[in-house]
């Protein structure tokens, strides 16, 4: 374990801390996400309810760009604790869909940091941040959500080895529907620009490959996850998502295509939906609950 992050209590200091944002769901951002995700959709109109997992494109907030740290996101010691990690990653989330959030709603984010620990991994120190988000329409709490944020080292300092290397996680059988996925810098531009995210992995090829040690642009862990709920949305038209878990298991990158599948389970109330990447890997996992 590193010296830095040996103090776990001064971390755990922010358990319990909050922040609320405020936001508005507008026409511009929701159209801005169907064109990003190439679907041919009307025009959004006010009352119109907004797909599972599009309450991801609101609450980032406008920080100042003298505010940021150096790999693009907000500094940290405010909200999140100051973990002492150069990495940041979406490790998953868990959301529950109570009512809809309809176009023209304003809406607000009360979030809780649930819990902070830390765990030595096969390549280093993880520092996990859980966090509850209660969002909020004009009919009171609408989407509850149990977001994960993991702090590591960058790829350039893990020290993973042939010996330590995982042995990849079984693939789901029994794909009904599949989409051959082909990312590329406008697409990640696109959804960062609609988040309003600075993360430079995302965007700053120099900076990911020298400074992160990445080997192409990553992928937005949301934005898989979207993409993986949209192919339930396309293949199910007539079913609602109320639910769904999200499991980060690797990396995409913008150098290589990537697989979506899904299909439904036996009883037909769940979908599971899975990526893999171009090594036949699996990268990401969902299970959603429709009714």
């Known amino acids: 374990m590193t010296e830095d992050v040996k103090n776990l209590?001064?971390?755990k200091d922010w358990i319990g801390k909050t922040e609320t944002i405020e936001d508005f769901i507008s026409p511009t951002i929701i159209a801005g996400m169907s064109a990003t995700l190439d679907r041919d959709d009307g025009a959004p109109e006010f009352g119109d309810a907004i797909p599972a997992s599009w309450?991801?494109?609101?609450?980032n907030k406008a920080i100042r760009r003298s505010q940021l740290g150096i790999d693009g996101h907000p500094a940290r010691g405010e909200f999140l604790p100051p973990v002492p990690l150069p990495s940041r990653l979406w490790a998953g989330s868990k959301v529950e869909i109570l009512k809809p959030l309809e176009v023209g709603n304003k809406i607000t984010r009360l979030s809780t940091i649930n819990d902070v620990t830390i765990k030595e991994g096969r390549t280093g120190t993880l520092v996990f941040v859980e966090i509850d988000h209660q969002v909020s329409g004009n009919n009171g709490t609408a989407v509850t959500e149990l977001q994960t944020i993991v702090y590591r080292g960058t790829a350039a300092q893990q020290s993973e080895t042939p010996a330590n290397k995982p042995q990849p996680k079984p693939l789901p059988?029994?794909?009904?529907?599949?989409?051959?996925?082909?990312?590329?810098?406008?697409?990640?531009?696109?959804?960062?620009a609609l988040t309003f995210?600075?993360?430079?992995?995302?965007?700053?090829?120099?900076?990911?490959?020298n400074e992160e040690g990445y080997p192409a642009l990553l992928v937005h862990g949301p934005l898989t996850a979207t993409?993986?709920?949209d192919?339930?949305?396309?293949?199910?038209?007539?079913?609602?998502?109320?639910?769904?878990?999200v499991r980060a298991?690797?990396?995409?990158?913008?150098?290589?295509?990537?697989?979506l599948y899904g299909k439904l389970n036996d009883s037909g109330s769940k979908v599971e939906l899975w990526t893999v990447n171009h090594e036949g890997e699996l990268s990401m996992s969902v299970t959603a609950n429709i009714g």
Do not use: C, K, Q
């Open 9 to 11: 209590d001064a971390l």
């Open 55 to 59: 309450h991801w494109l609101f609450f």
């Open 173 to 192: 059988e029994g794909a009904l529907w599949s989409e051959t996925v082909t990312p590329d810098t406008v697409l990640l531009f696109r959804y960062s």
């Open 231 to 245: 192919l339930a949305r396309r293949n199910l038209p007539n079913s609602e998502i109320t639910g769904f878990n």
């Open 227 to 229: 993409m993986l709920l």
């Open 249 to 259: 298991n690797g990396p995409l990158f913008d150098n290589a295509s990537f697989f």
């Open 197 to 209: 995210i600075g993360h430079r992995i995302h965007y700053d090829r120099e900076y990911t490959v």
